[in-house]
């Protein structure tokens, strides 16, 4: 009769890594939120050193950049600071397209059904 032997240091060792990783896991998360928050908090410091008129061709105003930096630690300052900038963005194209309805309805209809042109 012949016995088996099975490997149990293998088997062992992987239940161990996985045991380890998942308590791993919730530590590197955490420490790749910070490395990221610390990144945005940068690049958020480069928009904080711009003057007036280099932010307003972003679209954005100083107190954008001061309202972002009034946000806790942990979050990203850069997306207050993005959909500020989205919001006016749409906003102008709204206004824009009431101010003058003609020229935008004048673009999305085809040449043959605009009127024609009287000559002077």
Excluded: C
């Excluded at 972002?68 to 397209?97: C, Y």
């Amino acid at each position: 009769m012949t016995t088996a032997h099975y490997p149990v240091v293998p088997l062992a060792a992987g239940t161990l890594a996985r045991v380890v990783a998942a308590a791993v896991a919730p530590a590197a998360y955490s420490l790749k939120a910070i490395a990221r928050a610390l990144r945005h908090r940068r690049d958020a410091n480069v928009l904080a050193r711009l003057d007036r008129h280099m932010l307003a061709d972003i679209g954005l105003t100083r107190s954008d950049v001061v309202d972002a930096f009034s946000t806790p630690l942990w979050e990203d300052p850069t997306a207050l600071l993005s959909e500020r900038a989205i919001e006016r963005r749409m906003n102008r194209a709204v206004i824009r397209m009431a101010s003058n309805p003609a020229a935008d309805s004048a673009f999305h209809r085809p040449a043959t059904d605009r009127p024609a042109r009287q000559s002077i």
